[in-house]
């Protein structure tokens, strides 16, 4: 299995495919397997990268709590000792904030820049979800805590499709490498912290942002107000579309993000 010692973080990672390299960052509590099926579409036309940040996964310390900074040094660390010098590289929630960190303190290794359903800066709101979710994750069963998850990721028509959640379920309960609540909370951490909404138009990377209108958890004035600090960014909403449309709409959300790579 591959791994890489990144000064006394052992991350683990899987690469796919040739050309130019595409690293794909997760979210909250998510792990490289998050980013199947756009990994199984882009490995066709990129070199893809995706690993599991601190804290989930196979990857180890440090001990958190974490930082969207640390987070994006590990991942900066990675595409070094992978020998890659520019990579496209893709976010989705807190996956978002870690690429944003990445552009803004690395920015001669990022060619370009997608953000999903993300944030600039952790409001009153979010930082309340998100503490709420850390007084759930000590005391229920993973499986409980990803319940009560996905009712913010997924959209009630989600739910009606036969076998979906059920499925979920199942890779939830038999997931070889659970995360811990500890290693949740930590996370979570650097979601709550992250407020980097005034230096995001430093970013000189071509940028794509992409939010669903009906997001509960990242709400579409997120990705305004980042739109409104990067003029030049292009921003797309998903019309009836929640939180997670890698998972719920993967054929147009491919199709998207490949045209915007294959572009820059």
């Not at 989930?56 to 310390?61: P, W």
């Not at 970013?203 to 509960?216: C, F, N, Q, R, Y």
Request: overall charge negative; glycine content about 8%.
């Amino acid at each position: 299995m591959p791994f890489a010692e990144l000064a006394g973080r052992r991350i683990f990672y899987e690469e796919h495919g040739a050309g130019d390299p595409v690293l794909l960052v997760n979210g909250l509590g998510a792990d490289h397997t998050t980013w199947g099926l756009q990994t199984e579409f882009l490995k066709e036309h990129f070199r893809v990268v995706a690993f599991d940040n601190p804290g989930v996964g196979q990857s180890q310390g440090p001990p958190g709590p974490y930082t969207s900074e640390l987070f994006a040094d590990v991942a900066a660390s990675l595409l070094r000792s992978l020998g890659i010098e520019r990579a496209h590289v893709v976010g989705a929630s807190m996956g978002g904030i870690i690429v944003q960190q990445l552009a803004l303190r690395h920015p001669a290794l990022v060619r370009s820049l997608v953000m999903h359903c993300t944030w600039g800066r952790c409001d009153r709101y979010l930082a309340s979800l998100f503490r709420s979710w850390q007084a759930i994750a000590r005391v229920v069963s993973p499986l409980d805590l990803s319940r009560q998850l996905w009712l913010w990721v997924f959209t009630p028509s989600w739910y009606e499709r036969a076998g979906v959640i059920e499925e979920l379920e199942r890779q939830t309960l038999e997931a070889p490498f659970p995360q811990s609540p500890e290693a949740f909370c930590d996370q979570a951490e650097a979601c709550i912290a992250h407020d980097e909404l005034d230096r995001l138009g430093q970013i000189e990377a071509p940028t794509l942002i992409t939010v669903g209108d009906s997001d509960l958890l990242t709400p579409p004035y997120h990705s305004a107000a980042i739109k409104e600090r990067m003029p030049n960014a292009l921003l797309h909403v998903w019309p009836k579309m929640g939180h997670a449309p890698f998972w719920e709409i993967p054929d147009e959300f491919n199709k998207l993000s490949y045209e915007f790579l294959k572009a820059h």
